[in-house]
């Protein structure tokens, strides 16, 4: 996590795509669904509001049951999308929309 947060923090201005996926701790595992694994999203995204990110977000998995999986994602990386811009749930494009 701290060399994540120091990545984005070096390249700031110059960060315009990144994959958000997780990490499973018992095997190292990555691709796993964001909010299920050791990657501290809440720090990532705080850090991603501080510095103006406005790039995209690619769902980047490799999990068994593929739909429900990105749905999951979704909905939990909507929350820091959310928080990041100031808006609702009726004003936030649903996931897809892009």
């Given at each position: 996590?701290?060399?994540?947060l120091s990545l984005v923090r070096g390249i700031n201005g110059r960060l315009?795509?990144?994959?958000?996926?997780?990490?499973?701790?018992r095997d190292?595992?990555?691709h796993r669904c964001p909010g299920s694994g050791v990657m501290n999203f809440p720090a990532l995204f705080a850090l991603l509001r501080d510095i103006g990110y406005v790039g995209l977000i690619e769902i980047e998995l490799e999990e068994p049951e593929m739909e429900a999986a990105?749905?999951?994602?979704?909905?939990?990386?909507?929350?820091f999308?959310?928080?990041?811009?100031?808006?609702?749930?009726?004003?936030q494009p649903s996931v897809g929309d892009a």
């Open positions: 996590n701290a060399t994540v315009f795509s990144f994959h958000a996926h997780d990490v499973r701790e190292w595992r990555d990105v749905a999951a994602a979704g909905t939990y990386l909507s929350e999308c959310q928080r990041s811009a100031g808006t609702t749930d009726a004003e």
